[in-house]
């Protein structure tokens, strides 16, 4: 799979853009500054902002390339990342369990039957009281898909989420967020248009 993601990155722009999935800007905005894990995290927009306002970033994601034009994007920006390729597999080898104040997965869209077992491997590196950011295509995206391919979105509808799934998956935390909704995406080249997303903010108690 990392050679199919190398593949997609290997563009001399930024898939997804340079600026952060708005989602992700606002929420963190509105969070103290601390420690931010970003599993997945591609080119690094995500983790870039985070850093320009004065989080400790830890991200990871299986493709080289997506790190160095991560890496690139940060000396852009004049700030530091600490950023592996690796998988979920590597998580507890690299990083401390209780050390996070956040945890964002931005379109992290995962085969069926490790959806749930990745997602729920992060929870432990999450400190008490931190929260758990989401936001991805809901099931209902399938459609809009159909009607304009530039939306983007993973091939198989099993990989996007529902509300319930999300619950499921993050039965042990408080819910402070979890909607579904048409948003207009105008995410580099990879992300555009309407869109039905799922968004959800879980808190460790």
Do not use: C
Request: glycine share 8%; charged share 25%.
């Amino acid at each position: 799979m990392s050679n199919k993601w190398d593949e997609s990155y290997n563009i001399e722009k930024y898939r997804y853009g340079e600026t952060p999935n708005l989602f992700f800007k606002q929420t963190i905005d509105a969070l103290p500054t601390g420690k931010i894990l970003l599993p997945a995290d591609g080119e690094g927009r995500n983790g870039v902002y985070a850093a320009t306002k004065g989080w400790s970033v830890d991200a990871f994601d299986q493709s080289q390339q997506a790190r160095e034009k991560a890496l690139r994007l940060a000396n852009k920006n004049n700030v530091d990342i600490s950023y592996q390729v690796m998988n979920f597999e590597d998580i507890a080898q690299n990083y401390m369990i209780d050390s996070y104040d956040v945890i964002a997965l931005t379109y992290v869209h995962l085969p069926e039957q490790l959806k749930a077992k990745y997602q729920r491997s992060l929870l432990p590196f999450l400190k008490i009281g931190g929260h758990i950011i989401l936001e991805g295509f809901s099931k209902d995206h399938v459609k809009y898909q159909e009607q304009n391919p530039s939306a983007g979105g993973p091939p198989h509808v099993e990989m996007m989420y529902s509300k319930r799934e999300i619950l499921s998956i993050f039965d042990s935390l408080k819910i402070d967020l979890l909607e579904e909704l048409e948003v207009e995406l105008a995410e580099g080249i990879g992300h555009n248009g309407k869109a039905s997303v799922i968004r959800f903010i879980g808190q460790k108690i």
